[in-house]
C-alpha cells in the first residue's frame, strides 16, 4: 500500500506541475482569441467586451484557478469559436481515436507476439535472418508512408483492389459497426504495422534472453520440449518486461494515430486539436492537451503496478532493502 500511495502521489503532483506547464505555455503564444472571435473589423469596445466575457481581462493567476476548479467538477471549459463544450467535443471525437488505438494495438500484437517467439524457436540460420529483415524493414517505415501505400493497395477509388474506404467516417458512427471498423481498418494496419515491428524486436529480445536462462533448461529437463519450454515458461516469466514495452507503444500510439488520422481524414483528437490551435481556442486546446498529457501519465502509472504485480522480485527487493535498513 505503501509503494501504491507514493505512486498515487507522484501522479497528483505531475498532474499539477503538467497543468501548470500547459497552462503557461499556451499563455506565450503570439495572437489574440478575442480577435479571431470578433473578426477583422472589430471595434476595440468589441474586443474589449469579448475579452471580458471570455474572462481574459483576469490575471493569469485567476484564469488558472478558474480552469482547475472547472477541471476538478469536470467542467473542461466551453469552446469560445463553436461555442459547444469542450467535454462534448473530446467524447465526440475520442469515440474515432481510441478505438482506433485499441484496433492498432490488437494489430501490433498479433504481429509482434507471434513472430518474435518465432523468430526465438526457429533453429534456421536463414529464416532467422529473414525475421530480423522483416523487424527493421517494418520499424523503418513511418506510418504516414505506410498508409499511403495502404491507400494506393487496398482504397476503393484508387487503389488497386479497391476494398477498403480511405477517406471519412460514417455519418453514423457506430451505429453502423461494419462501416465504422471498415473505415478504421487501413490507418489501424499502418499504425500497428510499425508498432507490431517494434514488439516483435523486444520480444525476441526478451523471450531470447530468458529461453537461454536455467528456467528454460530445467522445465526441458522436467520432459517439456524446447518449443513448450519457451512458450509456457520463457514467455511467462519475460511477460512483466513485454507488459512495460506494450504499455509505452500503447502510449506512443495516441501520437501516431493522430498524423495517420489526418491522412485518412479522420473526425478523431488529432484533426480537433489542429484545427484549435489553429483558431487560438485557448480554452478548449489547453484542456485537450491537459487529457492527453494526463493519460500518457496515466499509462505510466498503470503499468508501473503492472510490473510490480507481475514480477514478485521487485517486491522482494524492497522487503530486503527494508530489512536491512531495520
Not at 22 to 46: C, K, M, Y
Not at 91 to 114: D, E, K, R
Amino acid at each position: 500500500m505503501r509503494f501504491v500511495c507514493r505512486r498515487l502521489l507522484l501522479f497528483t503532483g505531475a498532474l499539477v506541475g503538467l497543468s501548470l506547464l500547459v497552462f503557461a505555455l499556451l499563455r506565450i503564444l503570439p495572437g489574440d482569441v478575442a480577435a479571431v472571435v470578433a473578426g477583422t473589423n472589430a471595434t476595440a469596445e468589441r474586443l474589449a467586451s469579448l475579452r471580458s466575457q471570455m474572462g481574459l481581462d483576469k490575471s493569469y493567476a485567476a484564469q488558472y484557478g478558474d480552469w482547475i476548479v472547472g477541471l476538478l467538477h469536470g467542467d473542461l471549459g466551453t469552446s469560445v469559436v463553436s461555442g459547444k463544450a469542450v467535454a462534448a467535443q473530446v467524447s465526440s471525437h475520442a469515440s474515432v481515436t481510441f478505438p482506433l488505438i485499441v484496433f492498432s494495438l490488437l494489430i501490433a500484437l498479433a504481429i509482434g507476439l507471434p513472430l518474435g517467439c518465432a523468430a526465438v524457436l526457429t533453429r534456421n540460420a536463414r529464416l532467422r535472418g529473414v525475421f530480423h529483415v522483416i523487424a527493421i524493414v517494418a520499424g523503418a517505415v513511418p506510418a504516414l508512408w505506410g498508409g499511403l501505400l495502404l491507400i494506393l493497395l487496398f482504397s476503393k477509388g484508387s487503389g488497386l483492389l479497391g476494398l477498403l474506404p480511405s477517406q471519412g467516417f460514417p455519418d453514423a458512427g457506430w451505429s453502423a459497426p461494419l462501416s465504422a471498423l471498415a473505415a478504421l481498418m487501413l490507418p489501424a494496419l499502418a499504425t500497428g504495422i510499425t508498432a507490431g515491428a517494434s514488439i516483435m524486436r523486444y520480444t525476441r529480445a526478451v523471450v531470447g534472453d530468458v529461453a537461454s536462462s536455467q528456467a528454460v533448461d530445467m522445465a526441458m529437463a522436467c520432459g517439456m520440449t524446447r518449443r513448450r519450454a519457451v512458450l509456457r515458461v520463457a514467455l511467462r516469466l519475460a511477460t512483466p518486461q513485454l507488459v512495460s514495452v506494450i504499455g509505452l507503444t500503447f502510449a506512443q500510439m495516441v501520437t501516431g494515430v493522430m498524423v495517420v488520422e489526418n491522412l485518412f481524414a479522420l473526425p478523431g483528437l488529432g484533426s480537433m486539436l489542429v484545427t484549435d490551435v489553429g483558431n487560438r481556442d485557448l480554452v478548449a486546446v489547453q484542456s485537450e492537451l491537459f487529457l492527453l498529457a494526463a493519460f500518457f501519465l496515466f499509462l505510466g502509472l498503470l503499468v508501473d503496478l503492472l510490473h510490480r504485480a507481475l514480477d514478485p522480485r521487485l517486491k522482494n527487493a524492497t522487503v530486503g532493502s527494508g530489512e536491512v535498513l531495520a
